[in-house]
């Protein structure tokens, strides 16, 4: 139901749908900005489309094979009167001419503190990399792979045992928290693009803070 006052949000999924479910949590609370329009999913049986069904929510599957599938699926989004996009585990890579029909109005997020580690298997790839912090990151979509303008990171820390798994659970839980606040934050207009950079306006930034990573005692 589109109340009129909050941002319409359409969400691309490919699978899983944690941060789908997290966002569609957020769109419960009566004071959240934004409600989610429209799910849609290129693979048919995605968990996110389940997940969406549960919510009340619709839940579209636009059909990857054939012809113009990237048309059919901004139609189907155009349908629903969205006004941000949210990437949220979707695998396929969106086309300049997609990303054009939509300008600044498309956001991912992506399990790695770009603009290190873009591409599949971030955690991985930081893992390997042998960097003792990891984390994830909210940004626009531009023409390029994880390459548009960074909007919100969160840090953890890469602890000796860890496993892709272990560290991927923990950039997981703050995914779960950092997509639905920067929707929150661009429903109340406190995101501006200014070229490649992202401004906050209006947002109380605690200056304190920061770790070594691992967490070494100092004595
Ligand atoms: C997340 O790690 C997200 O950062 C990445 O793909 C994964 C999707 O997980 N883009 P889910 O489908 O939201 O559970």
Redesign the pocket.
Known sequence: MNSGKKLRVAIL?S??????QALLDAAVEPDYPAEIGGVFCDKSDAQ?LERAKKAGVPAVWVDPAGENYEDRLAAEIEAVGCGLIC???YMKILSPAFVARFPDKII????SLLPSFPGFHGQRQALRAGVRVAG?TVHFIDEGVDTGPIILQAAVPILPEDTEETL?AR??WF?HRIYPLTVRLIAEGLVHREGTRVRLSGVDINHEGGFISPPVKIL
């Open positions: 999924a699978g899983r749908g944690s941060n789908l996110a990437c949220a585990g991912n997020i992506h399990p994830c991927s950039i997981l995914e």
